[in-house]
């Protein structure tokens, strides 16, 4: 399939064997939060390699004594931003391969159910006060995290929440998405998102639910199954 060029499936073959056992109906919750973590983690370093840079930030001393340049990651405003719940399990795997300890905000939605259309229950992002002209506390750099990105309504209303915060970049990580999704939630800003994806399947059945995807990864994790 073609997709557009700000959307990039990974091609890494231990997250490849990973995802295949993460499909399975017989893989336990244990081994479910397991596997989300370690696809998370590759996924990780493949977009923030690309996403992030370094700049020299001055020097330091080796325990010998030799002097050496040190550098910091380009930006050093980065937040991560779970799209609750399903996001949550990908937080300390994205988290451990920063360099430093970064702010993490929480963006609650979820589809209704008749039209799938997302519908925001919490959002704790530092909004500026109205008399200010930019907003100073918004991230410049924002990791958008979300598992699975099925009919892509949900990731399109968090880009926007995102770039009305006034962020300058959506780094967006998912586990798996359909072809709608992904091409809906980069359509939302086509200049300012990166959308990182272990696989993209075809297409969602009329629940909203990828096939053949993985179920409801959000049960899955925090064992709500028949909510």
Sequence with gaps: MSLPPNVHVSSHPCLQAKLSQLRSKSTSTRDTRGLVHEIATIMAVEALAVGLKTTPCGTDQTPLGF???????????????????????MIESVNSLL????????????????SLQ??????????????????SAAAEVAILLDPVIATGAT?????HLLREWGVKRVLMLGVLASEPGVRRAVAAWPEGVELWVGAVDKQCDDRG????????????????MGK
């Design 67 to 89: 002097e050496y340049e040190t550098q910091d990651i380009d930006p050093t405003n980065v937040a991560l931003v779970p799209i609750l719940r399903s996001g949550l399990g």
């Design 118 to 135: 997302p519908v925001e229950y919490y959002n704790n992002l530092p909004f500026h006060r109205p008399t200010q002209d930019t907003n």
């Design 155 to 159: 990731a399109e209303a968090a880009i």
């Design 209 to 224: 639910m990828i096939i053949p995807g993985l179920g409801d990864i959000g049960d899955r994790l925090f064992v709500a």
């Design 99 to 114: 360099p430093y300890p970064v702010p993490i905000y929480h963006l609650g939605l979820f589809r209704e159910k008749l």
